[in-house]
């Protein structure tokens, strides 16, 4: 009900617009200066008949034809702009395509009820509460870039071609949102563009209209929607990095796998280890070292660690005064 709303406030806006560019109103600047020598003509050409006695009804005469004349020029002078064309009408018959630049038609007879802007439009068009293929309503905004290239199919083929193609993209774009999931709409919008302008550029072609590109600008799903795809995500972020801690884990237990094997055969090199071991636990003053009693047994940690202490004592008095 919104679309439909903004679109006929769209359309009563452009027919205001076209009703305000209405031929006999848009009288270019040259129409005037035209019609304005006509009129200084006219009332300097009195005078001078004043002058030479000429009679009132000749006098009378010559100005109405100068005026007359003047009159012709400032609705019969047209300019059309570099980038648009104008459309004559010749007693209702088409009679082709005026501008750019200055050109004639003859009052009354000719009119020109429309004209062709050749320039890049821009047409926003949206789509609300539209459901996907997997049932999901959603909002979505768009831009479409076009241009006329044909003013004589624009003018003659369709109504309204603004209206037109603002409708024909909005339909498109329900069209295309039918035919995907959510999850495609989301990371696809590049196919999503080319198939919109694919489809807009076929129903538009009739009338004179190409699509240069159709640019999606933004996607709404529903909170509660994205609110549980938030919490999607975030679980599967934590799966992710507990697989990561499970392979770290598996990593070190290989690697202690692979130094038990070490030490298995090399009596020497394990107690080298605990030495080091307990070297580096016992450096800091205060430090306190568990060690499990099988540990202590294998390794010969007792005697080890009473070798240390015994050193650390006699470290501590020697440098006591």
Known sequence: ???????RRSARREGRERR????SMRIPGVAWAAWTV?????????????????????MAASAIGINAVGLYLLFAIKVSDQWEKAVVLRLGRYRGLRGPGLFWMVPIVDRVPLWIDHRVMVTPFSAEKTLTRDTVPVDVDAVLFWM????????LEVEDYRAAIAWA????????????????????????????????????????VTVQSVEIRDIVIPQELEDAMSRQAQAERERQARVIL????????????????????????????????????????????IVPS???D?????????????????????DTP
């Open 1 to 7: 009900m919104a679309e439909m709303l903004a679109a």
């Open 20 to 23: 305000l560019t209405v031929p």
């Open 38 to 58: 006509a009129l200084v003509a006219s009332v300097v050409t009195v005078g001078v008949q004043d002058t030479w006695g000429v009679s009132d009804g000749w």
């Open 148 to 155: 006329v290239w044909d003013a004589e199919k624009a003018a």
């Open 169 to 208: 993209a909005q339909t498109a774009l329900r069209e295309v949102i039918g035919q995907m999931d959510l999850a495609d709409i989301l990371v696809g919008r590049a196919r999503m563009d080319r198939d919109l302008q694919k489809i807009i550029d076929e129903r538009t072609t009739p009338w004179g």
């Open 246 to 289: 499970g392979e770290s884990e598996k990593q070190i237990a290989g690697s202690f796998a692979d130094a038990s094997r070490a030490y298995a055969d090399n009596p020497t090199a394990l107690h080298l280890r605990a030495m080091n071991m307990l070297f580096e636990g016992l450096k800091e003053k205060g430090a306190l070292v």
């Open 294 to 296: 099988s540990a202590v």
């Open 298 to 318: 294998t390794m010969n940690l007792g005697g080890l660690s009473g070798m240390v202490a015994l050193a650390r004592g006699g470290l501590t008095d020697g």
